[in-house]
């Protein structure tokens, strides 16, 4: 399409800004609208660079008022905006519901009454729950088993989702990503909390036995596939986002101190995360079939992303002595014990 106005929800966040400056850059005719609330993990230092070639509106995705102003005159809605954190929805899962399941129906309602083209949900491979204790690959077409408050309401969200596609008609595509790693990370998720971690010399705290695998995929993977999935993706439909790497926590923890040729005596194995998913694994072939291929290997991209902390210490230093950062911390880590004592 070679003119269109694009809404982008929590753009200032981790993967929606990097989404946001690939479409500046491959669209040049594009408008793009941002409408993202600011929370904690979002940052305006995401979009740097970009002002004054996107509109960017602080707000509520939950709010109807601000997002049907905001959504006026869009073609389609890129929707990233989210609570994301795992550990958090285990200490208060209220925002999730709020921001995840409210946010999303409200989007979905506004895009009926004003004649949206498409609806891309950016959902996540946590909706299908633990695959441990087997080597199969979950498929678009497997049940639900979400296992975390965080992954209950991204499941809920999708449901609405595929709900608006079938009972009214609106053309809705769903990314299911695997874990993602990369520059602007907020240092709460395993590969930026350790990197700024190490960075310090202070302790890696690895849950568990570190056994835990994530199928780990570069940030730009992750937006080259929606921008696929937004072109040419079929309507009501969903499709798994992975890098078919599969890495655990102690290999996570090993990889990044050996980037930073710090001592393995930084790991420290601290009381495992309840209801602790073992293992997510996808595969992305559905998607593959419209054309889209990751580019980074596990191998580049980590140290990579690494060199990346070390070179940014004003973006996560700035964060990490902030109240949001501190509380849970302070709240979540202080209570898990290294395992051995
Ligand atoms: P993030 O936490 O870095 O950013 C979320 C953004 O949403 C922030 O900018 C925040 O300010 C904004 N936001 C939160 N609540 C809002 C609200 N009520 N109204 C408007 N804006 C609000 O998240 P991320 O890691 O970039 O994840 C983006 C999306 O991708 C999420 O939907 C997440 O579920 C999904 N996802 C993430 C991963 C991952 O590994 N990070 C993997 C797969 C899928
Ligand atoms: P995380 O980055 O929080 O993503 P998610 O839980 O959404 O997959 O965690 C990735 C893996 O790393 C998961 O198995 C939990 C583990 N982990 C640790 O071992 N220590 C930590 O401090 C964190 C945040 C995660």
Redesign the pocket.
Known sequence: MINRTLLI?????????HYVHMVARDHPNWTIRV?????????LA?LEGLEGRIEFTK????DPDTVNEVMSGCDAVV???????VDRSLIDSR?FI???VI?TQVLLDACRRQDVQRFLH?????VYGDVAGTDSLSLESDPFCPRSP?AAS?AAAEHLVQASHVSFGLDTVI???????GPN??PE?IIPLFSTNAIDDADLPIYGRGDAVRDY?HVED?CLGIATVLEHGKAGEAYNLGARLEVNGREVAESILQAMHKPESLMRYVDDRPGHDYRYAVDPSKAESLGWQRQWSFEDGLPATVQWYANHESWWRDIKAGTHYKSHDAAWYESRPSASS
């Open positions: 929800t929590g753009g200032a966040g981790f993967i929606g800004s409408l993202d609330l600011l929370t904690y993990c979002g940052n995401n707000g509520d995705i939950a929707h990233f905006a989210a609570e994301s954190h925002p709020h921001t995840n946010g950016v959902s996540t491979d946590e965080y991204k990314t299911r990503g695997s874990n993602t790693y990370q907020y998720k995929m992750h």
